[in-house]
C-alpha cells in the first residue's frame, strides 16, 4: 500500500551526528510519498534520553504535539535544555494531504559533545622536539589502562594541533583522516567525536596515537614556510566509557602516556611526501601486552595557540573509493609508471616486495611526457615523493599475508595524480595488481546526476565532479597536488553553484564559511583563501573576497539554510562597508585605491586559422569587475536582508545597489551600449549581474557579446570570473544556440578540447594547460585538477539537464531544459532536501522541436515547467509524463 512516511532524518545537515556545540540543533527529514500531490499539513516530532524510551513512547525531551505546518526543514531542537554529553533520540510523524496520520519514522539521534566549563580535562600532549625541521618523525604514543565493566556508551573525544591518527586496541578508532582538520588554529580548533564502544572491552585495553605535522606546521605555501601555526604538534584525548550501572570512567591524555620519536613514519608532510621505514614498526604498539622499553613520558604542550574548541560541523575526510591501476609501463628501465586512468586524489595502497632495507621511491603525476615518464614541473616545489624502506618480513600485522608482500599507504600526505611510478630495490617488480588508487576527500553524498547523448558533455560532467571531489579537501582548494592546495575563494565562489548541484555541501560549506569569517579583516576585507595563511596581507580582491556573500547566498538558495544568512549577516555586511570605504563618492572603484586579479588566467587574444592565440589583447578592465562585483554583492545584500526580514536594510542596500549601478553604466557603458574594454567577460557581467535595464542596450550588448564570440570562430575569451557566465547569460539572452556552440566547440579554447586532445579526467587550470600541438603550459601555473573552468556544471544541470529552482531550498522546482547543440536527449537528477527530482528530455534528432518529457517532483514541493517558446505550466509533486508538441519557431 502507497502510504506517506517521513525519512531521512539529519540534523544540521548530518546523519546522527555526535559532538555538537549548539544546543539547540535543526532538525530535518523528507516524505517518502509517490503519490500526486504528496504533502505534509501537519507533523508531530518526539525527543527522549534513550532509545528505549522513545520506542516505548516515554518522550521525557520533547514532544511537540501536532503542529500545523509543511515545512520538513530545520526546525530548532526546543525540548528540555541539553547539556554536553546529553544524547537525544528523536522521531517524527507526519500528516499528509488528506489529514491521514503517517507512522512513525525510524529513530534518529545527535549527541552534545563536550562544551561547556571544565568538560575538557583531558592535557595536550606531545613529544619533545619542537617541529621545526623538516623530516622529523611521527612521534606515537600509547595508553595502556584497564576498564572495570564492559562499555554500553564510549565517546572519545579527540582534536590536535597536527594531523592524528588514533587507534583503540589496535584498530582505527574512526575512518576519518587528516584529523581535526584545518581550521585557523589561532582561533579555533575542532573537538571531534566518535563511537568507539565497540573497540572496548572490560579489562586491559590501549589507546593508541599518531601524530603528522598536518597544515598546523608541515609546509605551507612556500617551500620554506613551515610552522605556521606554532613550533610543537600536540593532540589531546578525552575517553569517556559508560557502563551499565550508570557508573562512569574517563581516560584523558596526560603525562602518563608513553610516546617514542623511534616510529616508522620518519617524515612526513603534506606537499613532500612521506619517508616510512617498516623496519622501525613497533609489533603490537596499540594494543594490549606490548611492553614499551625505551619509551618516554608524554611532554605536555603548552607553547600552542589559544584556540577555541568548536564542533567538527561537517563529516570528515575519509577514503572513499579504490581504483585499479589500469596499465604498467616502463618509460626507463627500472621505472614502473602505472596509470589509473583517472586524475585522482588521495594516496596509492601498495603490495611490494623487497629484501629488509630496501627502499622504493614513489612519484606521482598529474600527466606524462611524451617519451612515457612522469610529468612533475607543475607540482613545482611539492616534492610529492614517498619513500617506503622494507622490512623485508611479510608476517607483521599490517601485511597482507596470502599475497607476501609488505602492504603500504602512506599517513600524513596526499597527492594528486593520475600516475604512480614506482622505482628502487624491488625483489619482485610490481604488477598492476599491486598498486590501488585510494581516493580521499571529504565525505559529501554525490546528490546530481547528469547524462545526454553527447559522450563527450558526459565526459565533462564526470571531469567536473571529480575536480570537487579531489578539491573538497576539508576546505575548497584551488588545487590538490602543487605546493598551494589553498582555500583560494573566488575559486571556490565561482564553482559552489556546480558543487552544491553535484553534492551535499551544505554541512562543508557551514564550516568553511566559519573559517572565511575567521579570515576576515577587522576593517571587513574578506581574506583572498581561507583558512589565511598567507604571511603577508591578501583581502578585499574583487571575485574574491565576494565569496563571503556569494557563498552563503548559494547555500540559503540550495538548501533554503537561513541559519547561515543569520551567522553571518554581520560578516556580509562588513564586506559591503569595505566596498563603499574603497570607492569613489559616487560608487565606482578604482584601481589605485585597490588591485584586483581581473578575470584570472583569462584567454583575451585573438586566435588564427587553428584556434592558437596569436596575440594579447587588452583584458577586461579590472575597475569594471570590481564595481560590477560591489553592485553584484550589494543586490545579494537586499535579497538576504529580505530574507531576513531587516526592512531597513532593505532600503539600504538597494539604495546601494541603485548608486553602483548608475555609477558603473556611467564610467564603463557608452551610450550605444558598448562596455569598457570590450571584451566577452565585461558584457556577461553587465548582463548576468543586471547592471543594465534599459531593453534597447541589453539588446546591442547581446548582440556585441555574440559578435565576439561569433567573429573569433565561436570561441571563448574569459577566464575565472567570466567563464561561468557565458552559457548561463546567452542563454537567458536568447542566445542558447551559442551558448551549445561554446559548449561543443572541439578547438581550442574550449571546454572539449582538453578532452579531445589532452584525455582530461579532471578540469585544467588553463585553457592550454596542455595541447598536443605545444606541448605543457606555463609551469609557473599549471594545475591539471583546478575546478573554477568547471562552473559550467550549473549551467550542464539547469539548462541542458534543466532541474533548476523557482523557490530557495527546491521548494519549488523550476524545470526549463533548453535543448540546443546537436543533443537529442538528457537525464538529469538531483536529491534535494525535499526528495529526488528528475527530468528526462528526448526529441527525435537535433531540429526537432516537440518534447517527450518525463519529470518527478518530489513530494511537499511544487514545480513550473518552462519550455522555450510555450507557456509555463505548474505542476504538482509526483511523476508526469508529457508529449510536448512542436513549438512554434
Ligand atoms: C591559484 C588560483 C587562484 C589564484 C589567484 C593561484 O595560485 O591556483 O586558482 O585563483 O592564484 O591569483
Given at each position: 500500500m502507497k502510504r506517506c512516511i517521513p525519512i531521512g532524518l539529519v540534523c544540521e545537515f548530518l546523519e546522527n551526528p555526535l559532538g555538537l556545540e549548539t544546543r539547540t540543533p535543526r532538525l530535518s527529514w523528507r516524505l517518502d510519498d509517490p503519490r500526486p500531490g504528496a504533502?505534509?499539513?501537519?507533523?508531530?516530532?518526539?525527543?527522549?534520553?534513550?532509545?528505549?524510551?522513545?520506542?516505548?513512547?516515554?518522550?521525557?525531551?520533547?514532544?511537540?504535539?501536532?503542529?500545523?505546518?509543511?515545512?520538513?526543514?530545520?526546525?530548532?531542537?526546543?525540548?528540555?535544555?541539553?547539556?554536553?554529553?546529553?544524547?537525544?533520540?528523536?522521531?517524527?510523524?507526519?500528516?499528509?494531504?488528506?489529514?491521514?496520520?503517517?507512522?512513525?519514522?525510524?529513530?534518529?539521534?545527535?549527541?552534545?559533545?563536550?562544551?561547556?566549563?571544565?568538560?575538557?580535562?583531558?592535557?595536550?600532549?606531545?613529544?619533545?622536539?619542537?617541529?621545526?625541521?623538516?623530516?622529523?618523525?611521527?612521534?606515537?604514543?600509547?595508553?595502556?589502562?584497564?576498564?572495570?565493566?564492559?562499555?554500553?556508551?564510549?565517546?572519545?573525544h579527540v582534536s590536535a594541533f597536527g594531523d592524528l591518527e588514533m587507534s583503540v586496541n589496535g584498530r582505527p578508532a574512526s575512518e576519518d583522516l587528516f584529523v581535526p582538520g584545518w581550521t585557523d588554529y589561532r582561533k579555533r580548533v575542532q573537538l571531534v567525536t566518535w563511537d568507539v564502544t565497540a573497540l572496548l572491552r572490560k579489562g586491559e585495553n590501549v589507546l593508541g596515537a599518531m601524530l603528522g605535522d598536518g597544515w598546523f606546521a608541515g609546509t605551507m605555501v612556500w617551500p620554506d614556510h613551515r610552522n605556521h601555526y606554532g613550533p610543537s604538534t600536540a593532540f589531546l584525548a578525552q575517553l569517556e566509557v559508560e557502563f551499565a550501572d550508570g557508573t562512569r570512567q574517563t581516560i584523558v591524555t596526560d603525562t602518563s602516556w608513553r610516546f617514542t620519536e623511534d616510529s616508522p613514519v620518519r617524515s612526513s608532510d603534506h606537499y613532500n611526501g612521506e619517508t616510512y621505514d617498516a623496519r622501525?614498526?613497533?609489533?603490537?604498539?596499540?594494543?594490549?601486552?606490548?611492553?614499551?622499553?625505551?619509551?618516554?613520558?608524554?611532554?605536555?604542550?603548552?607553547?600552542?595557540?589559544?584556540?577555541?574548541?568548536?564542533a567538527r560541523l561537517a563529516d570528515g575526510v575519509r577514503r572513499q573509493q579504490r581504483l585499479a591501476a589500469r596499465k604498467r609501463t616502463e618509460p626507463t628501465p627500472g621505472h614502473y609508471v602505472f596509470d589509473f586512468g583517472q586524475n585522482m586524489v588521495g594516496r596509492p595502497r601498495l603490495s611490494l616486495r623487497g629484501k629488509p632495507g630496501?627502499?622504493?621511491?614513489?612519484?606521482?603525476?598529474?600527466?606524462?611526457?611524451?617519451?612515457?615518464?612522469?610529468?612533475?614541473?607543475?607540482?613545482?616545489?611539492?616534492?610529492?615523493?614517498?619513500?617506503?624502506i622494507c622490512s623485508g618480513n611479510v608476517i607483521f600485522s599490517h601485511s597482507d599475508k596470502t599475497s607476501k608482500a609488505e602492504i603500504y599507504e602512506p599517513h600524513f600526505t596526499f597527492h594528486g595524480f593520475r600516475y604512480v611510478e614506482l622505482s628502487g630495490d624491488f625483489s619482485v617488480p610490481p604488477k598492476c595488481g599491486d598498486v590501488e588508487g585510494v581516493v580521499i576527500h571529504s565525505t559529501m553524498a554525490q546528490t546530481g546526476s547528469f547524462e545526454c547523448s553527447d559522450p563527450i558533455a558526459n565526459r565533462l560532467w564526470s571531469n567536473l565532479n571529480w575536480g570537487q571531489r579531489g578539491n573538497y579537501f576539508d576546505v575548497p582548494t584551488d588545487c590538490p597536488q602543487r605546493d598551494e592546495r589553498l582555500g583560494w575563494t573566488g575559486d571556490a565562489q565561482v564553482f559552489v553553484r556546480t558543487a552544491a548541484f553535484n553534492r551535499d555541501i551544505a554541512a562543508f560549506m557551514t564550516k568553511w564559511m566559519r573559517d572565511i569569517a575567521d579570515a576576515q579583516h577587522a576593517d571587513g576585507a574578506f581574506a583572498d583563501i581561507a583558512p589565511d595563511v598567507f604571511p603577508v596581507a591578501n583581502a578585499g580582491h574583487c571575485g574574491y573576497a565576494d565569496a563571503g556573500v556569494i557563498v552563503p547566498w548559494t547555500m540559503y538558495l540550495t538548501y533554503g539554510d537561513i541559519g547561515i544568512l543569520r551567522e553571518h549577516y554581520g560578516a556580509m555586511s562588513r564586506w559591503l562597508e569595505w566596498w563603499q570605504g574603497v570607492c569613489t563618492p559616487d560608487g565606482v572603484v578604482r584601481y589605485r585605491d585597490c588591485w584586483h586579479y581581473g578575470d584570472w588566467l583569462a584567454v583575451d587574444c585573438p586566435v588564427d586559422e587553428d584556434g592558437n592565440p596569436v596575440r594579447e589583447a587588452a583584458p577586461t578592465p579590472t575597475d569594471l569587475l570590481a564595481t560590477a562585483y560591489f553592485a553584484r554583492c550589494a543586490g545579494i545584500m537586499v535579497?538576504?536582508?529580505?530574507a531576513l526580514g531587516r526592512k531597513e536594510d532593505v532600503r539600504r542596500f538597494a539604495a546601494l545597489r541603485r548608486k553602483v549601478a548608475a555609477a558603473y553604466r556611467r564610467e564603463f557603458v557608452?551610450?550605444?551600449?558598448?562596455?569598457?574594454?570590450?571584451?566577452?567577460?565585461?558584457?556577461?557581467?553587465?548582463?548576468?549581474?543586471?547592471?543594465?535595464?534599459?531593453?534597447?542596450?541589453?539588446?546591442?550588448?547581446?548582440?556585441?557579446?555574440?559578435?565576439?564570440?561569433?567573429?573569433?570562430?565561436?570561441?571563448?575569451?574569459?577566464?575565472?570570473?567570466?567563464?561561468?557566465?557565458?552559457?548561463?547569460?546567452?542563454?537567458?539572452?536568447?542566445?542558447?544556440?551559442?551558448?551549445?556552440?561554446?559548449?561543443?566547440?572541439?578547438?581550442?579554447?574550449?571546454?572539449?578540447?582538453?578532452i579531445l586532445d589532452g584525455d582530461a579526467t579532471t578540469m585544467w587550470e588553463r585553457w592550454?594547460?596542455?595541447?598536443?600541438?605545444?606541448?605543457?603550459?606555463?609551469?609557473?601555473?599549471?594545475?591539471?585538477?583546478?575546478?573554477?573552468?568547471?562552473?559550467?556544471?550549473?549551467?550542464?544541470?539547469?539548462?541542458?539537464?534543466?532541474?533548476?529552482?523557482?523557490?530557495?531550498?527546491?521548494?519549488?522546482?523550476?524545470?526549463?531544459?533548453?535543448?540546443?547543440?546537436?543533443?537529442?536527449?538528457?537525464?538529469?537528477?538531483?536529491?534535494?532536501?525535499h526528495g529526488t527530482t528528475s527530468i528526462e528530455w528526448k526529441r527525435a534528432n537535433a531540429n526537432a522541436t516537440a518534447l517527450e518529457v518525463t519529470l518527478v517532483v518530489p513530494p511537499n514541493t511544487t514545480a513550473v515547467l518552462e519550455l522555450p517558446g510555450r507557456a509555463p505550466s505548474e505542476l504538482a509533486s509526483g511523476r508526469h509524463r508529457l508529449h510536448v508538441k512542436p513549438a512554434a519557431r
Amino acid at each position: 500500500m502507497k502510504r506517506c512516511i517521513p525519512i531521512g532524518l539529519v540534523c544540521e545537515f548530518l546523519e546522527n551526528p555526535l559532538g555538537l556545540e549548539t544546543r539547540t540543533p535543526r532538525l530535518s527529514w523528507r516524505l517518502d510519498d509517490p503519490r500526486p500531490g504528496a504533502c505534509q499539513t501537519a507533523y508531530r516530532l518526539v525527543a527522549a534520553s534513550s532509545a528505549a524510551k522513545l520506542a516505548e513512547g516515554k518522550y521525557d525531551l520533547w514532544d511537540t504535539g501536532r503542529v500545523t505546518s509543511a515545512n520538513t526543514l530545520d526546525i530548532p531542537y526546543a525540548g528540555k535544555a541539553l547539556r554536553p554529553r546529553d544524547a537525544v533520540f528523536w522521531r517524527v510523524m507526519v500528516w499528509n494531504k488528506d489529514g491521514t496520520p503517517s507512522p512513525w519514522s525510524d529513530a534518529a539521534t545527535f549527541e552534545i559533545g563536550l562544551f561547556g566549563r571544565g568538560c575538557v580535562t583531558a592535557l595536550w600532549i606531545g613529544a619533545r622536539e619542537p617541529r621545526t625541521r623538516p623530516g622529523m618523525p611521527a612521534p606515537l604514543f600509547r595508553k595502556a589502562f584497564s576498564l572495570d565493566g564492559e562499555p554500553v556508551r564510549a565517546r572519545l573525544h579527540v582534536s590536535a594541533f597536527g594531523d592524528l591518527e588514533m587507534s583503540v586496541n589496535g584498530r582505527p578508532a574512526s575512518e576519518d583522516l587528516f584529523v581535526p582538520g584545518w581550521t585557523d588554529y589561532r582561533k579555533r580548533v575542532q573537538l571531534v567525536t566518535w563511537d568507539v564502544t565497540a573497540l572496548l572491552r572490560k579489562g586491559e585495553n590501549v589507546l593508541g596515537a599518531m601524530l603528522g605535522d598536518g597544515w598546523f606546521a608541515g609546509t605551507m605555501v612556500w617551500p620554506d614556510h613551515r610552522n605556521h601555526y606554532g613550533p610543537s604538534t600536540a593532540f589531546l584525548a578525552q575517553l569517556e566509557v559508560e557502563f551499565a550501572d550508570g557508573t562512569r570512567q574517563t581516560i584523558v591524555t596526560d603525562t602518563s602516556w608513553r610516546f617514542t620519536e623511534d616510529s616508522p613514519v620518519r617524515s612526513s608532510d603534506h606537499y613532500n611526501g612521506e619517508t616510512y621505514d617498516a623496519r622501525r614498526e613497533h609489533q603490537g604498539w596499540n594494543s594490549p601486552g606490548f611492553t614499551a622499553t625505551g619509551w618516554q613520558k608524554a611532554i605536555e604542550i603548552k607553547n600552542r595557540p589559544n584556540a577555541a574548541f568548536c564542533a567538527r560541523l561537517a563529516d570528515g575526510v575519509r577514503r572513499q573509493q579504490r581504483l585499479a591501476a589500469r596499465k604498467r609501463t616502463e618509460p626507463t628501465p627500472g621505472h614502473y609508471v602505472f596509470d589509473f586512468g583517472q586524475n585522482m586524489v588521495g594516496r596509492p595502497r601498495l603490495s611490494l616486495r623487497g629484501k629488509p632495507g630496501a627502499a622504493i621511491t614513489i612519484r606521482y603525476a598529474e600527466m606524462l611526457n611524451p617519451d612515457g615518464t612522469i610529468y612533475t614541473d607543475n607540482y613545482r616545489t611539492a616534492k610529492s615523493t614517498d619513500v617506503y624502506i622494507c622490512s623485508g618480513n611479510v608476517i607483521f600485522s599490517h601485511s597482507d599475508k596470502t599475497s607476501k608482500a609488505e602492504i603500504y599507504e602512506p599517513h600524513f600526505t596526499f597527492h594528486g595524480f593520475r600516475y604512480v611510478e614506482l622505482s628502487g630495490d624491488f625483489s619482485v617488480p610490481p604488477k598492476c595488481g599491486d598498486v590501488e588508487g585510494v581516493v580521499i576527500h571529504s565525505t559529501m553524498a554525490q546528490t546530481g546526476s547528469f547524462e545526454c547523448s553527447d559522450p563527450i558533455a558526459n565526459r565533462l560532467w564526470s571531469n567536473l565532479n571529480w575536480g570537487q571531489r579531489g578539491n573538497y579537501f576539508d576546505v575548497p582548494t584551488d588545487c590538490p597536488q602543487r605546493d598551494e592546495r589553498l582555500g583560494w575563494t573566488g575559486d571556490a565562489q565561482v564553482f559552489v553553484r556546480t558543487a552544491a548541484f553535484n553534492r551535499d555541501i551544505a554541512a562543508f560549506m557551514t564550516k568553511w564559511m566559519r573559517d572565511i569569517a575567521d579570515a576576515q579583516h577587522a576593517d571587513g576585507a574578506f581574506a583572498d583563501i581561507a583558512p589565511d595563511v598567507f604571511p603577508v596581507a591578501n583581502a578585499g580582491h574583487c571575485g574574491y573576497a565576494d565569496a563571503g556573500v556569494i557563498v552563503p547566498w548559494t547555500m540559503y538558495l540550495t538548501y533554503g539554510d537561513i541559519g547561515i544568512l543569520r551567522e553571518h549577516y554581520g560578516a556580509m555586511s562588513r564586506w559591503l562597508e569595505w566596498w563603499q570605504g574603497v570607492c569613489t563618492p559616487d560608487g565606482v572603484v578604482r584601481y589605485r585605491d585597490c588591485w584586483h586579479y581581473g578575470d584570472w588566467l583569462a584567454v583575451d587574444c585573438p586566435v588564427d586559422e587553428d584556434g592558437n592565440p596569436v596575440r594579447e589583447a587588452a583584458p577586461t578592465p579590472t575597475d569594471l569587475l570590481a564595481t560590477a562585483y560591489f553592485a553584484r554583492c550589494a543586490g545579494i545584500m537586499v535579497q538576504v536582508a529580505k530574507a531576513l526580514g531587516r526592512k531597513e536594510d532593505v532600503r539600504r542596500f538597494a539604495a546601494l545597489r541603485r548608486k553602483v549601478a548608475a555609477a558603473y553604466r556611467r564610467e564603463f557603458v557608452t551610450a550605444g551600449g558598448r562596455v569598457a574594454g570590450d571584451t566577452q567577460t565585461g558584457y556577461l557581467v553587465t548582463l548576468g549581474f543586471g547592471l543594465v535595464d534599459d531593453k534597447r542596450t541589453i539588446a546591442r550588448m547581446v548582440d556585441r557579446l555574440s559578435y565576439l564570440i561569433e567573429s573569433r570562430d565561436y570561441s571563448l575569451t574569459t577566464g575565472f570570473l567570466g567563464t561561468p557566465l557565458l552559457c548561463p547569460v546567452l542563454t537567458r539572452f536568447g542566445r542558447a544556440d551559442l551558448a551549445y556552440r561554446l559548449l561543443q566547440r572541439r578547438k581550442y579554447p574550449s571546454w572539449y578540447f582538453q578532452i579531445l586532445d589532452g584525455d582530461a579526467t579532471t578540469m585544467w587550470e588553463r585553457w592550454n594547460s596542455y595541447s598536443s600541438r605545444h606541448g605543457f603550459g606555463d609551469v609557473n601555473m599549471n594545475s591539471f585538477n583546478h575546478y573554477a573552468y568547471g562552473a559550467i556544471g550549473e549551467w550542464l544541470y539547469a539548462t541542458v539537464g534543466g532541474i533548476d529552482l523557482a523557490e530557495p531550498g527546491f521548494r519549488k522546482i523550476r524545470f526549463a531544459p533548453v535543448p540546443g547543440g546537436d543533443i537529442t536527449w538528457a537525464r538529469t537528477e538531483l536529491a534535494t532536501r525535499h526528495g529526488t527530482t528528475s527530468i528526462e528530455w528526448k526529441r527525435a534528432n537535433a531540429n526537432a522541436t516537440a518534447l517527450e518529457v518525463t519529470l518527478v517532483v518530489p513530494p511537499n514541493t511544487t514545480a513550473v515547467l518552462e519550455l522555450p517558446g510555450r507557456a509555463p505550466s505548474e505542476l504538482a509533486s509526483g511523476r508526469h509524463r508529457l508529449h510536448v508538441k512542436p513549438a512554434a519557431r
